[in-house]
Each structure stands twice: as structure tokens, then as C-alpha cells.
């Protein structure tokens, strides 16, 4: 029987998704009808496996799962013997403490003897003795905003991304623990087969998320301000510059990171660029 990497993703939820969506990217084709709990990739050595996040790790720590896609914050949470293999840049947030919003906020001093609701325990109780505080945790498995609200604890410690949950309830946030992002985790003892297809997924995975940090930008120039342009423009190896009809005009083509692309266009325009485009780009391989 052929080989096959078994990867654990979400089943629904926050990450399930972007999970589809990267091993779509990365070319995997699979059936995954609703209420599946496994399927087989038509075109790659994989398996997949769809669970409830909070398994993950203990899935692949027993090799149940060879890898895994999970939040660092389960991973953390869980505290299993796996390996981190990558970021996937995906389902970021952050693990963070609040309370309600009239009271008022010093340092974290003030959690002493207090009572926490949180589902991250661990994390949490780790953090409070690195602080030196001793406070109470109480886990709760959901809806953790509503605790304070309702007499159960002073303070919650739990995911916040762009705070809203937190707003409706009454709560600002304090402290952050923790900032978090979708891992591909690994078990601790893949076989050498499997090492070399997870190799090659983690090959198709950097391309694709290369790809989505970088723009190819294409313009126009008077030759006469290529020298500055061309330094402008970092490319991956060297810009490449074609001859335009119009004489005296070339067209400048590269790759932008997307996170100094904004400051690159502008520096581009004072010094003389026109007709610049820029497009996405697919799949990058460096
Ligand atoms: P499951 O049914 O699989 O147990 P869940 O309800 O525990 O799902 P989700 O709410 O789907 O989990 O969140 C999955 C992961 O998405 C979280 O563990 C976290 O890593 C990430 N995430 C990103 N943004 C948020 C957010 N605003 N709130 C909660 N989780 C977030
Ligand atoms: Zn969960």
C-alpha cells in the first residue's frame, strides 16, 4: 500500500477555511463533503483528517495524525510532544486578559487574590507564576466574556482579535499573554517516507506563502532615471528592463514585499515611474 501523510485539520471553525484553502493552493485536490471525517487526496500522498481543534495535538502526538494545523494557542494550551514545523500566517490573535471596563487598571499586580474564567489554564497559570501573582483559575469551556457579568470571576483570559466581543460585553483588555497564529505542528517521529512527502508539502506551502507576501510590479521610465528606479526596486535577483516602442522609455518589471510595498510605489512615482501595475503573483519559488 502506498504511503500516505496523514494531516489533522479543522473540522469547523475559525481555521477550517484558510486550512482547505493553503492545501488548495498548494495543489491538493480532495472530496470533502460535508460530515466527512477523512478523506484522500486525489493527486498527493495525503490523508485528511477533520476534528475538533482542541484534539489536534494529542492526535499527532500519537501519531494517530502525522501533522497537524492548530492555533499556537492550543498548542501551548495542550502542552503535547510535537514539533512546530511552521507559521502559516493565518488565524492570527491574540490570548489576552480583561475586565470590565469601569474598573480601574494599575499592573498586573492587581490580579492578586483575584478569580480568573478562563479555557486557557495553562497558559494562563503559567503566565501569573512567571508574574509572581497568585490568583484563581476557574475553567470554563465557552463563552468566557459573560464571567465577570455574572458574578463568576473579576477578570477573563481569552482570544481577542479585533476586540469587538470584548467591547459588547463590557470589557477592555489589559494584558496581552500571548500572540497567537495557525502552526503546522509535526509528530516527533515522522518515518523517512513520510518525512519526504512532508517535504514536499512544506516546499508548495513556503511557494505559496512567498507568493502572497510578494507583488510583481511592472512600470514605465525614462531611461535616463533607470539608475535610480532600478535601486529603488530590490527584485529577486535584478529588475528586468525591456526597451519600450517610444524611444528613450523602457519597462521595468520586479517583486515588491508586500510590507514595503506602499513606500516603494511612492518613491517610485517622485522619481519619474508612470503606468506602474501590480499584480499578484500565484506561486513563487525561490
Ligand atoms: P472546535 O469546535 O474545533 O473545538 P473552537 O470553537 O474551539 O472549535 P474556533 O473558535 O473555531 O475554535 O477557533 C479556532 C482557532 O482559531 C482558535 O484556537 C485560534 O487559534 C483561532 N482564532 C483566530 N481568531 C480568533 C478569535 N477572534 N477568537 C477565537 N479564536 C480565534
Ligand atoms: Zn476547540
Redesign the pocket.
Known amino acids: 500500500m502506498k504511503t500516505r501523510l496523514k494531516i489533522a485539520i479543522?473540522?469547523?471553525?475559525?481555521?477550517s477555511e484558510s486550512s482547505l484553502k493553503l492545501l488548495k493552493e498548494c495543489g491538493i485536490e480532495f472530496d470533502n463533503g460535508l460530515n466527512k471525517l477523512k478523506a484522500e487526496a486525489f493527486n498527493f500522498p495525503l490523508e485528511v483528517f477533520f476534528l475538533?481543534?482542541?484534539d489536534i495535538p494529542q492526535y499527532v502526538e500519537d501519531g494517530v495524525a502525522d501533522i497537524g494545523i492548530v492555533?499556537e494557542?492550543?498548542v501551548l494550551e495542550k502542552n503535547k510532544k510535537t514539533k512546530t514545523v511552521n507559521r502559516l500566517g493565518f488565524?492570527?490573535?491574540r490570548l489576552s486578559i480583561a475586565i470590565p471596563k469601569e474598573q480601574k487598571y494599575n499592573s498586573l499586580k492587581d490580579f492578586e487574590g483575584k478569580r480568573f474564567a478562563t479555557s486557557y489554564p495553562t497558559i494562563l497559570a503559567d503566565y501569573l507564576l512567571k508574574n509572581k501573582i497568585s490568583a484563581e483559575i476557574q475553567e470554563i469551556s465557552g463563552s468566557v466574556e459573560i464571567a465577570p457579568g455574572i458574578g463568576l470571576a473579576d477578570a477573563i483570559c481569552d482570544?481577542?482579535?479585533s476586540g469587538s466581543t470584548l467591547f459588547t460585553n463590557g470589557l477592555k483588555e489589559t494584558d496581552v499573554i500571548l500572540r497567537?497564529e495557525?502552526l503546522l505542528i509535526s509528530n516527533n517521529s515522522i518515518t523517512k517516507e513520510k518525512q519526504s512527502i512532508l517535504n514536499k508539502l512544506l516546499f508548495r506551502i513556503n511557494a505559496v506563502r512567498s507568493a502572497k507576501n510578494n507583488k510583481y510590479i511592472l512600470l514605465n521610465a525614462p531611461n535616463n532615471k533607470l539608475e535610480t528606479i532600478c535601486k529603488i526596486l530590490p527584485g529577486m535577483k535584478s529588475p528586468t528592463i525591456l526597451p519600450l516602442a517610444e524611444k528613450g522609455w523602457s519597462s521595468v518589471h520586479s517583486v515588491v514585499e508586500e510590507d514595503q510595498f506602499w513606500e516603494i510605489i511612492e518613491k517610485l512615482k517622485t522619481n519619474g515611474a508612470q503606468g506602474i501595475l501590480v499584480v499578484p503573483i500565484e506561486k513563487m519559488i525561490l
Open positions: 479543522q473540522k469547523s471553525g475559525r481555521l475538533r481543534d482542541d492555533g494557542n492550543v488565524g492570527k490573535c482570544l481577542v482579535s497567537s495557525a
